[in-house]
C-alpha cells in the first residue's frame, strides 16, 4: 500500500513548533550529514529535512538538494521535489521539505512529526521569500508558519501556490496572532506539495532568500509610539515613517540577503525616505536609538 506522508507533515506542523528566527535564510550555508547507513546527505544548516532519516535507511535518493545553478541570490539555493521512495518494502510518497523544526518518523504507524526549535522574543509580522514552482498535476507548495507561547499556538500564517513560475517570484505570508502577546517559538516548514489532498510526485520547488519581517521586543510595543505605520508598502519611490522620539535616531536598512544597504538618521516625527537608488525587493530595517534597537520591520520596493 502506498502511504502518502504529507498529510501527517502538514496536520503535525500545525501543533508543533521550532525556531523563532531564519536560521540560514539565504540558504548559502550547508553542511554534509553522514548516516547511520554511511550515506552522506547535503543540509542547509539549521534546518531539517527527511533525507537523514531516508539516510539512516540507506536510501539514496533525495527530496532536498544543494541548488548552485538556479539561485534568486548569491551561490546556493534549495530544491524540494516530491518523490515517491521504498521504505522498508513500502512505496512512501514524500514532498520535498524544509523545516525549522527537527523532523522524527514512527516506523509503526509511518507517520512524521516536527518538533523542537529555539527561543523567540520577538512577535514578527510576517515571512518573505522567493521561490519558482513546478506543480506536477493538481499539486501545491506550501509554507507555514507558527508562532508559539509556552506550547500554545498564538499566531500562524501560511501561503500556497499551485501555478508554474519560469522565475523566481517573491511571496509574503503574514502572519494572524490570536492573542496579544510576544511568542517564545516559531516554526516554519516548507514543502513542495501541499494541497490538502494533492501531493504529486515530480513536483519542484526552489526556495532562497528568506527573512522575517516586522518584530515587537515587547508585548506592548506600541507604548514607544512608532506603531505600525510604514506607507506606502510596498513603495516605488519613498516610504513614511514617523519617529516619536525627542530626538533623531538611526534607520539601518538591508537587503534581503542581510546586506546593509543605507543609513539614515530620522527627526523627530514624520519622515519620507528617499528610495529611489534602491532595487526592487524585499528590504528589512531597524531603528536605533541610543545604542538600542527599538523597533524593526520591513517594506517592499516595486518599480
Known amino acids: 500500500m502506498k502511504i502518502r506522508l504529507l498529510s501527517a507533515i502538514t ?6 513548533a521550532a525556531y523563532g528566527q531564519v536560521p540560514n535564510g539565504t540558504l548559502e550555508a550547508w553542511t554534509t550529514y553522514t548516516s547511520a547507513a554511511f550515506v552522506d546527505v547535503d543540509v542547509p544548516d539549521g534546518w531539517d529535512v527527511p533525507d537523514k532519516i531516508a ?21 546556493a539555493a534549495a530544491r524540494l521535489e516530491t518523490k515517491t521512495l521504498n521504505v522498508l518494502g513500502t512505496p512512501l510518497d514524500v514532498p520535498g521539505t524544509i523545516t525549522t523544526g527537527i523532523i522524527s518518523f514512527d516506523f509503526g504507524t ?28 493538481g499539486d501545491t507548495m506550501n509554507v507555514v508558519v507558527l508562532m508559539l507561547l509556552d506550547g500554545d499556538t498564538i499566531g500562524m500564517g501560511q501561503y ?8 523566481y517570484q517573491m511571496f509574503e505570508c503574514p502572519i494572524t496572532y490570536f492573542v496579544a502577546a510576544v511568542p517564545d517559538q516559531m516554526q516554519i516548514t516548507i514543502t513542495s506539495s501541499g494541497g490538502f489532498s494533492s501531493l504529486v510526485p515530480g513536483s519542484v520547488l ?12 515587547v508585548e506592548d510595543f506600541d507604548g514607544y509610539g512608532i506603531a505600525r505605520n510604514v506607507y506606502p508598502n510596498p513603495a516605488s519611490s519613498y516610504i513614511n515613517i514617523n519617529n516619536p522620539a525627542h530626538n533623531d535616531v538611526t534607520m539601518e536598512v538591508y537587503s534581503i540577503s542581510g546586506q546593509r544597504v543605507d543609513v539614515v538618521s530620522l ?37
Not at 110 to 137: D, H, M, N
Open 55 to 75: 539516510a539512516d535507511l540507506g536510501i539514496t535518493d533525495r527530496n532536498c538538494t544543494k541548488e548552485t545553478v538556479n539561485t534568486h541570490g548569491g551561490s
Open 206 to 217: 526552489y526556495v532562497d532568500d528568506l527573512s522575517v519581517t516586522g518584530g515587537i521586543n
Open 267 to 303: 527627526a523627530p516625527e514624520m519622515n519620507s525616505v528617499n528610495l529611489e537608488a534602491y532595487a526592487s525587493g524585499i528590504y528589512t530595517f531597524r531603528l536605533i536609538d541610543n545604542g538600542t534597537e527599538v523597533y524593526s520591520n520591513k517594506f517592499v520596493v516595486r518599480k
Open 110 to 137: 509511518f507517520t512524521p512529526s516536527v518538533e523542537g526549535g529555539a527561543p523567540v522574543t520577538s512577535a514578527y509580522e510576517s515571512l518573505a521569500g522567493y521561490y519558482q514552482y513546478a506543480p506536477a498535476g
Open 11 to 16: 496536520f503535525t506542523t500545525l501543533l508543533t
Open 160 to 167: 500556497r501556490d499551485d501555478l508554474t513560475s519560469t522565475s
